[in-house]
């Protein structure tokens, strides 16, 4: 039995897509609530840096200093990080599953699927150490 052969530019391009629409949906609902609780508390991990954090990776509060260096302390600054990681948490599932054999469809519903998870789109939605 021959395996069926997807086109790797259309598979792409659906990627991408979809990519792109969660980080537009992320983008448009930056600034619907204020700071989260959390997310002051990631602040003051982030300007006083150790390695000795409890409850999160030192490398989650050096990201956050080096966003807090380049874009200042501003609430849309302070989400654009997971915002991004997870247009990337889409793209990566779509790419899985186009390497692990799937066809068009797959790929689509592997994006749209991950695009639709209320978990991804509620951590994505604000600073914290999950969404990394």
Do not use: Q
């Given at each position: ?62 990201l ?8 200042s ?37 592997a ?22």
């Amino acid at each position: 039995m021959k395996a069926a052969t997807t086109d790797h530019r259309v598979t792409t391009r659906i990627v991408a897509g979809v990519a792109v629409v969660g980080l537009i949906v992320h983008l448009l609902t930056i600034h619907r609530y204020g700071y989260f609780r959390d997310e002051l508390y990631y602040i003051a991990c982030a300007r006083h840096l150790d390695f000795g954090y409890v409850d999160l990776a030192p490398l989650s509060a050096f990201l956050l200093r080096i966003e807090l260096i380049l874009f200042s302390s501003s609430l849309f600054a302070l989400r654009i990080f997971p915002a991004l990681a997870s247009a990337v948490t889409v793209a990566l599932a779509g790419m899985l599953a186009r390497e692990l054999g799937g066809r068009v469809w797959a790929i689509t519903l592997a994006c749209t699927g991950m695009l639709g998870s209320l978990f991804f789109l509620a951590v994505g939605n604000f600073y914290s150490p999950n969404v990394l």
